[in-house]
């Protein structure tokens, strides 16, 4: 039974990378997680200049990870802009025109 094992062990080791969701052959690895997915287990998300290949899993998250994303963004452009804001005041009031 041991030998066994360890010839199991061996087989799984030269095996060809298979999809972390299914028996299948991987084709590639995801974008986000970087597990290995075949092409029925990802889908093809256009980000930018690069057509990328996001595994189901990811897939399922990214919307409400996107969101609190884009919500980020938002907050630090408000911070970025308030900033400006408040050197352009300060630069004023240190040397007024
Ligand atoms: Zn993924
Ligand atoms: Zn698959």
New binding site residues.
């Given amino acids: 039974m041991t030998a066994m094992t360890g010839a199991l062990r061996t087989v799984d080791d030269d095996a060809p990378e298979r999809c972390a969701f299914c028996p299948r052959d991987a084709v590639g690895p ?6 290995l ?1 075949c092409g029925e287990c990802c889908t093809l998300t256009e980000g930018g200049v690069k057509t990328w290949a ?2 189901l ?2 897939d399922r998250k990214k919307g409400s990870r996107l969101g609190g994303a884009w919500g980020t963004l938002g907050a630090w452009l408000v911070a970025l802009l308030v900033g400006l804001a408040a050197i352009v005041a300060l630069l004023e009031w240190l040397w007024p025109s």
């Fill in positions: 995801c974008a986000s997680c970087r597990r997915v996001i595994c899993e990811c």
